[in-house]
């Protein structure tokens, strides 16, 4: 387009030039001709005046002639009337000469000429009247008055000559003028239409190559990913692609002429304030934008999108902002997964905390344990205690740090299960005696209900009888002094499911999705302890799904008692 454009510039240049020059020409070529014109009516002019002045010369000759060969008086009217005129014609030629740029001077010959001659012709007639009539003869066949007729005829007829000559020249002079110009007509004609041919060749061929390139970004825009919006300088709509209809809920034939505010409405998620319109801002700033951090946009059915966007300046060629564009899209699952990674990062500065509360809270028994067994006057009994204290204690943490461990391979995916046949009941056995010293602790009473039949399954039973055993320690950490705590397991076609029920403090029904992740501890309150890590279900979710297995809590709600059901495939 703009080589185009150039072309063009070079064109109109070329041609004004050629144009200017032609009309130079023809200008000099129409004064050519009309001075020409001038030249020639003067010459023609001059060339009569002596015609004229020869007839005049002649006829009063002929007068005279007649006069003296008839002694008629009449015959010296014609004589006379010459002689009158002769002033006025040799004045006329004169003053004709002049005006032509002619030697005045060159005349004299000729007024001298005619001055003997009328002097002749003056004599004879005054010889006549006299009565001396062969006298004036005599003097007419002197020869003397032929001789100067023959003089002035020669003159008048060399000057003749001389102006027909430049009659011709300047006759020629005007054709070249007339094949001058019009052969500058015929350039200046074959200019236009050239230019007109090229004008209107580049033309069609920008106006198609732009409609090609609108076509392209028209289709470019479609396929874009992220909605864009273009407003005017003033901020009104210009084009939206499908993706910014959706968002918008704005179709791009109710959208085009409105003012973006209308159809872009964007306030901050958290205040709910208008965001500054991003065309002001673009315009004040001058460059690409980013717009502002937590933008929700509403709908035009009120439906609300997170969104991220950024707006730039339309230049035109000279870098005028001939208006703004858009470009933002959906950022809900971005900014969810933003949420989700701060919220984990939150849950584990929280574990971190839990974490060295739960290694330390062991110490201070078996500080207190050693001294009593180190005193001088410790009994046997003392010192017994002591070591007991110190074991349960020491296999506290000893469970604490394997737990910690187990999460660590888990996180990295480096927990391996060997899976062997064993049956359930082998499982739920060790599992009972893992949560043995949870249930003695609260006084809980424990029911197992296992199918008759035997029921094997294959998985790892060190790790399954560690699900359980969680299980069973949670309902009995989370069930006030002297529950009831089951242990059900029935066959479900391929599948068996052993459920794990309690009558304690139940879950909130907010909490029950929670509890499975990782570092997740439901609040503490008066009659729910915190005292693990927040990892042991997560642990457990692990350890079933790396068996193919599912796991899930219900609760009917706070105080209404759990319910853990983990299912697991038949050997
Ligand atoms: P913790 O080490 O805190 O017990 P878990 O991952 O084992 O961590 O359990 C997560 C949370 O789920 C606990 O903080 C607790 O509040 C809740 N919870 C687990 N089991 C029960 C249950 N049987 N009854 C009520 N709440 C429970």
């Known amino acids: ?16 030039i050629v144009l200017v020059g032609a009309g130079v020409m023809a200008h000099r070529a129409i004064e050519q001709l009309s001075a020409a014109g001038d030249a020639v009516v003067r010459a023609k002019e001059i060339e ?12 009063a000759e002929t007068g005279q002639r007649g006069y003296l060969l008839t002694n008629d008086a009449d015959y010296l009217a014609p004589y006379e009337a010459a002689l009158r005129d002769l002033e006025e014609r040799i004045n006329t030629v004169t003053v004709h000469v002049r005006d032509d740029g002619g030697k005045v001077e060159d005349l004299i010959p000729l007024q001298n000429f005619l001055k003997r001659k009328l002097e002749e012709l003056a004599r004879t007639v005054q010889l006549n009247r006299a009565g001396q009539h062969d006298a004036a003869i005599a003097v007419v066949q002197s020869d003397e008055g032929r001789e100067l007729m023959d003089d002035i005829r020669a003159f008048v007829g060399t000057r003749v000559r001389e102006q027909q000559a430049s009659v011709t020249n300047l006759q020629a002079l005007q054709s070249n003028a007339l094949s001058d ?101 673009v315009l004040r700033e001058g460059g690409i934008v980013g717009l502002a951090n937590h933008t929700v946009l509403i709908r035009r059915d009120a439906q609300e999108t997170a969104i991220e966007d950024s707006g730039a300046p339309i230049l035109d060629d000279s870098g005028h902002t001939t208006g703004v564009v858009l470009v933002f899209r959906d950022a809900t699952t971005e900014r969810a997964s933003k949420k989700a990674l701060h919220e984990a990062d939150r849950r584990k500065d929280e574990f ?63 927990l391996e299960v060997r899976p062997a046949r064993v049956a359930l009941k082998t499982i739920v056995d060790a599992a009972v005696e893992i949560a043995q010293p949870a249930l003695n602790a609260g006084k809980h009473q424990l029911s197992v209900e296992l199918p008759a039949e035997p029921v094997d399954l294959n998985v ?29 397991a029935e066959r479900a076609e391929k599948d068996v499911l052993i459920r794990v029920i309690d009558n304690g403090i139940g879950l909130a029904a907010d909490d029950l999705p929670r509890i499975f992740e990782m570092f997740t501890q439901v609040s503490a309150s008066a009659d729910r302890p915190n005292t693990g890590l927040g990892i042991g279900l997560a642990l457990s979710r692990a350890l079933v799904e790396l068996h193919g297995g599912a796991i899930e809590a219900k609760s009917a709600g706070p105080g209404q008692g759990s319910e853990f059901i983990v299912r697991l495939a038949l050997a």
């Not at 110009?181 to 209107?200: C, D, E, F, K, Y």
């Not at 499908?242 to 209308?262: H, I, S």
């Open 181 to 281: 110009s019009v052969r500058t007509s015929i350039v200046v004609s074959a200019l236009a239409i050239l230019l007109t041919m090229l004008l209107v060749y580049i033309v069609r061929r920008d106006s198609g190559k732009l409609r090609e390139s609108e076509n392209r970004l028209a289709i470019t825009l479609r396929s874009i990913g992220d909605a864009v919006i273009a407003t005017d300088e003033r901020g009104v709509v210009t084009m939206t692609n499908p993706v910014a209809e959706k968002l918008t809920g704005w179709p791009r034939a109710d959208a085009v002429g409105k003012p973006l505010d209308e159809v872009f409405r964007i306030v901050n998620e958290q205040t709910r304030v208008p965001v500054e319109s991003p065309v002001a801002k």
């Open 48 to 59: 009569l005046d002596y015609v004229r002045l020869l007839s005049t010369i002649r006829d």
């Open 460 to 488: 790892d039973a060190l790790r399954i009888a560690q699900v359980f055993g969680n299980l069973l320690t949670n309902a009995a950490k989370y069930t006030q002094t002297g529950g009831q705590i089951r242990l059900v």
């Open 352 to 414: 971190l905390a839990t974490l060295a509360h739960e290694l330390r809270n062991p110490l201070a028994p078996i500080r207190q344990a050693a001294s009593t067994a180190a005193h001088r006057s410790a009994t046997p009994e003392q010192v017994q205690w002591s070591l007991g204290v110190i074991q349960r204690q020491v296999a506290h943490m000893a469970r604490l740090l394997d737990d910690l461990l187990d999460v660590s391979r888990i996180t990295r995916g480096r």
């Open 1 to 16: 387009m703009k080589r185009s454009r150039s072309i063009v510039g070079v064109a109109v240049v070329v041609s004004s």
